[in-house]
């Protein structure tokens, strides 16, 4: 089955670049999206189509892709950014999930 | 505002079933492809099923494939999981998800707030 892999935690000070990556057979193929989740709550979309924001998430939130990787920067980070990164694609008309990353802001 | 309320959770013993349910409101649900997803204690997310918007077209993650069964009222604007034979790794807060696409690109921008399934004796 289809995998996508991101590194299992993160770690930033305030006001630094933090960057998470989702890596998988073809990607390069495929359209990314991430998702944050914090404790005890539903996931919510940051970045769809690669590269765009959803109504109310912050600038400092982006994507790009190159190659079979993508990868979630957050610029300026702030300690409200504390929270699981969960990158998503499509295969073969199934939803697959990468293991999560978990941002620490210290 | 598009709304999602998952209930229907709780703890059953192995073996045993549960039906979860998803009411929608704020949209014309009967338009939109919806999913579930969950979440065992402490893991990451997973995908567990698709249905389309007429109900008619249903996929699954290999793992819960002829154990959980996912189906739609659209007259009642309420999305379903029947949940049979359940295994101890089933224990997980099951999220329905709307699916959105745009570009070519589908994901979730709403989800329910989740309802939590304990499958243990």
């Known amino acids: 089955s289809y995998e996508l892999t991101q590194p299992p935690s993160v770690s930033v000070s305030p006001g630094q670049t933090a960057t998470i990556t989702c890596s998988g057979d073809?990607?390069?193929?495929?359209?990314i999206c991430w998702y944050q989740q914090k404790p005890g709550q539903s996931p919510v979309l940051v970045i769809y189509e690669h590269t765009k924001r959803p109504s109310g998430i912050p600038e400092r939130f982006s994507g790009s892709k190159s190659g079979n990787t993508a990868t979630l920067t957050i610029t300026g980070t702030q300690a409200v950014d504390e929270a699981d990164y969960y990158c998503?694609?499509?295969?073969?008309?199934?939803?697959?999930f990468g293991g999560g990353t978990k941002l620490t802001v210290l | 505002e598009v709304q999602l309320v998952e209930s229907g959770g709780g703890l059953v013993q192995p073996g045993g079933s549960l039906r979860l349910s998803c009411a929608a409101s704020g949209f014309t649900f009967s338009s939109y492809w919806m999913h579930w997803v969950r979440q065992a204690p402490g893991k990451g997310l997973m995908w567990v099923s698709r249905?389309?918007?007429?109900?008619?077209?249903?996929i699954y993650a290999d793992s819960v494939k002829g154990r959980l069964t996912i189906s739609r009222d659209n007259a009642k604007n309420t999305l379903y999981l029947q949940m049979n034979s359940l295994r101890t790794e089933d224990t997980a807060v099951y999220y329905c998800?709307?699916?959105?696409?745009?570009?070519?690109?589908?994901?979730?921008?709403?989800w329910g707030q989740g309802t939590l399934v304990t499958v243990s004796s």
């Open positions: 073809q990607l390069w193929d495929k359209f």
């Open positions: 998800g709307r699916e959105s696409c745009s570009g070519g690109n589908c994901y979730f921008h709403h």
């Open positions: 249905v389309n918007s007429d109900g008619s077209n249903t």
């Open positions: 998503q694609a499509w295969d073969s008309g199934k939803v697959v």
